[in-house]
């Protein structure tokens, strides 16, 4: 069993940065992929960037490549998504999601955190 808690999520302006955090426990935190997921009201859950085990290796949704960076601390058992140059089109509950093997595909995932909102106001 994988614990995911989100946090770091709030109302910020279109143009700012907010960094998102997903606190680990119950596995080794090297042995588990992490993704960030998103879901906005009226909308399916989509995929929004993750990385794998040693960090070395990310991947991103188009709409989000170029102004988000997703990272991880192996040592604090912590995932992050920085988001830089937000719209309002990213306000949604942000889901980190941790697999072994899983990449891009949400259903894959055997773990998730509660969510954390994000409200990007113009």
């Known amino acids: 069993q994988v614990q995911l808690v989100e946090s770091g999520g709030g109302l910020v302006q279109v143009g700012d940065s907010l960094r998102l955090s997903c606190a680990a426990s119950g596995r080794p935190f090297s042995a588990i992929n992490m993704a960030w997921f998103r879901q906005a009201p009226g909308k399916e859950r989509e995929f929004v960037a993750v990385i794998n085990k040693s960090g070395a290796n990310t991947a991103y949704a188009d709409s989000v490549k170029g102004r988000f960076t997703i990272s991880r601390d192996n040592a604090r058992n912590t995932a992050y998504l920085r988001m830089s140059n937000l719209k309002a089109e990213d306000s949604a509950v942000y889901y980190c999601?941790?697999?072994?093997?899983?990449?891009?595909?949400?259903?894959?995932?055997?773990?998730w955190g509660q969510g954390t909102q994000v409200t990007v106001s113009s």
């Open positions: 999601a941790a697999d072994q093997t899983a990449w891009l595909i949400l259903n894959d995932y055997s773990y």
